[in-house]
């Protein structure tokens, strides 16, 4: 949620800024805006709506400066308007932040009383504000912008830039990530490395409650009990942090497409000849149960691994939505591994979960595909998933490469506990390496599920069902069709249409039924039938056997290569992906940046 960048430059920083925001957009994009500070002054620029806008804006009315700041905005407190967009502006201060300052009511009632007013609906301004009073007090700079941050209550991610002041930059991180940037004689600050990758391969992150007062040639760090420290400096690989569309209209359509190579690279990162590699003690070996948390999709992974865990290692699983678990209290039984799946590593909720099962499980693992994220640098031990960045709003490579994670975590929990034998082990790791082989021809399939997704686009409701492993797997296609074309979509698991949403049933409701010929697949052909009963069109995604045994009677059916079991939900995860971005595309919707979306969620 929300973008943050500071460039203190050798050049014009604008454009800088720009590009910088540019990286961040999946943030959020509801509006943008940048700062700089030129022959002392400061001066901002900020425009409704997504960066095009600042840009085409910045055309007329360029920045000049050298050092500066800029904001990418998800709104949280004041809609999305011109005012209330990043940086704000308090005479001799700016400030762009990534977070929601909780105590900001407050603040404001105390500004008021001391004659300020307030030109926004934001808790920002606040910032802003108590910053300038601090400074017409007869601070200096970094004195001032310090004895804000200790009247801040909430999560942020703040910077700071003054009036005056070419060659500062105060820098505060507690809730929501920030990195510096370490260039030659330039320093940088973003909320992530790839906003800074152009820039700069060294970076620092900066740990739960640090700030950092940046120079062009000096960088100081405190901790959170303000403490001076030394932060390390890392060598970020540039490649994890590319970020274009190599050829694709969106990058969800890239991030789809490369499923297969992702997944292949991740298998290399966990497998050799001899089995599973984790690289690190996962706490798997006498785990008695295991705890699940995660939003989203995440989730849907987790509601996936959990089939998993209990089939294959027999371990109980508890699977539960962040939002939720924090907020219960559950009680955390004794042997209680806790595992936290998050594509952003970021999500505030999640974080929140893992902290609240800190000391209480008897290990935290995390599943992330930032590796330098807060939930990874937080947990016991942290998977990587290696999916790459993610740019597309809608996950789609990081769901599969959880799941494949998950699934190996579940393959070592079987063996460690003896439930699945060495030859088992190994035949389930010849189709595991099979997957992006299959993965390539399932993608081929696209003309025919584009086909589908196009008739699918002029409904106003669709249905999704799936029985045991696709069960999640439903959830999570109705979760992609909605957030991204927009359409109204629920899923459920088969057996459960009888109690209730049977009754949605008729022409005008598709209903997506992914179903391989597998155990449950006669079950699931029986609640096809009562939907065709009912005049219901159903869209049969399964293999040749299921094709042949549902008997034509679908409306349409997309026929996907023969997988094991097990695998299914990651294999039958891109038809679904796929007819999502089909009915988004012919819907003209914003595919990778839907309307109210934003990728990193960092706020509750
Ligand atoms: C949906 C989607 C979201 C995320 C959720 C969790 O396509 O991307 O539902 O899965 O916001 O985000 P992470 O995985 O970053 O914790």
């Known amino acids: 949620m929300c973008g943050i960048v500071g460039v203190l430059g050798t050049h014009e920083v604008a454009p800088t800024l720009v590009e910088a925001l540019r990286r961040l957009e999946y943030r959020g994009y509801d509006s943008a805006g940048i700062a700089t500070v030129n022959s002392g002054r400061l ?38 308007t011109e005012a209330n967009a990043h940086p704000h502006q308090a005479g001799p201060v700016a400030v762009v932040h990534n977070g929601i300052i909780e105590n900001y009511r407050l603040l404001r009632e105390e500004l008021a009383e001391a004659g300020y007013s307030f030109a926004t609906q934001t808790d920002t301004e606040t910032v802003a504000l108590l910053t300038q009073h601090h400074l017409s007090q007869g601070m200096a700079p970094e004195q001032a912008a310090y004895a804000t941050l200790e009247r801040l209550e909430g999560a942020f991610a703040l910077v700071f830039l003054f009036e005056g002041e070419d060659d500062l930059m105060i820098a505060a991180r507690k809730g929501s990530p920030l990195a510096v940037g370490h260039g030659e004689g330039e320093m940088y600050v973003g909320s992530d490395a790839i906003a800074l990758a152009p820039l700069t391969d060294r970076i620092t992150y900066l740990e739960e409650g640090d700030s950092a007062v940046l120079t062009r040639s000096s960088v100081r760090f405190r901790d959170a009990e303000g403490q001076q420290v030394a932060r390390e400096a890392k060598r970020i690989r540039m490649d994890a942090a590319r970020v274009d569309k190599s050829g694709y209209k969106h990058f969800m359509a890239k991030e789809i497409f490369e499923q297969p190579t992702v997944l292949a690279d991740a298998l290399r990162a966990y497998l ?31 509601l996936t691994a959990k089939y998993w865990f209990e089939r294959l290692a027999r371990v109980p699983v508890e699977v539960d939505i962040a939002s ?22 970021e ?4 974080l929140a979960a893992l902290r609240y099962c800190k000391g209480r499980a008897a290990s935290i693992l995390s599943v992330v595909n930032v590796a330098e994220s807060s939930i990874a640098r937080e947990s016991d031990v942290a998977l990587p998933i290696h999916a790459g960045a993610e740019i597309g709003v809608a996950s789609t490579k990081a769901f599969t490469c959880q799941l494949n994670v998950l699934y190996l975590l579940a393959l070592e929990t079987a063996r460690l506990r003896g439930e699945i034998d060495a030859e088992g082990i190994s035949e389930r790791l010849d189709a595991l390496r099979s997957l992006p082989g299959l993965f390539n021809a399932t993608l081929e399939r696209d003309d025919r599920i584009a086909d589908a997704a196009l008739a699918l686009s002029e409904a106003r409701d669709v249905l999704f069902l799936g029985r045991g492993l696709m069960y999640p797997l439903a959830l999570e296609g109705a ?57 219901g069109q159903v869209l049969l995604i399964t293999d040749a056997e299921g094709a042949r045994e549902a008997d034509g009677e679908t409306w349409r059916t997309i026929v996907l290569p023969d997988v094991p079991e097990d695998l299914a939900p990651m294999l039958y995860a891109l038809p679904a992906q796929l007819l999502a971005y089909h009915a988004a595309v012919a819907k003209g919707t914003d595919v990778d940046q839907p309307r109210n979306l934003a990728k990193s969620v960092t706020v509750e």
């Open 347 to 350: 999500t505030a909720d999640t």
């Open 272 to 302: 050799s000849p001899e089995g599973i590699h984790l690289g690190a003690d996962a706490g798997l070996a006498g785990v008695q149960r295991i705890t699940m948390v995660a939003c989203g999709t995440a989730f849907y992974a987790c």
């Open 43 to 80: 001066d901002r620029r900020r425009a409704v709506g997504k960066l095009h806008n600042l840009s085409d804006l910045l055309v007329h009315q360029p920045l000049p400066g050298k050092s500066g700041i800029g904001h990418t905005r998800w709104a949280t407190h004041g809609a999305p």
């Open 324 to 345: 939720e678990f924090r907020y219960r209290e559950p009680p955390i039984p004794e042997g209680t591994l806790a595992i936290f799946v998050s594509q952003s590593g």
């Open 479 to 535: 979760l992609k069709l909605k957030e991204i074309s927009y359409i109204h979509a629920e899923a459920y698991a088969s057996g459960e249409l009888k109690h209730g949403p049977i009754a949605l049933i008729d022409k005008t409701v598709p209903v997506v039924v992914m179903a391989p010929r597998d155990g449950l697949f006669d079950k699931t052909v029986s609640n096809m039938q009562e939907v065709i009963a009912r005049g």
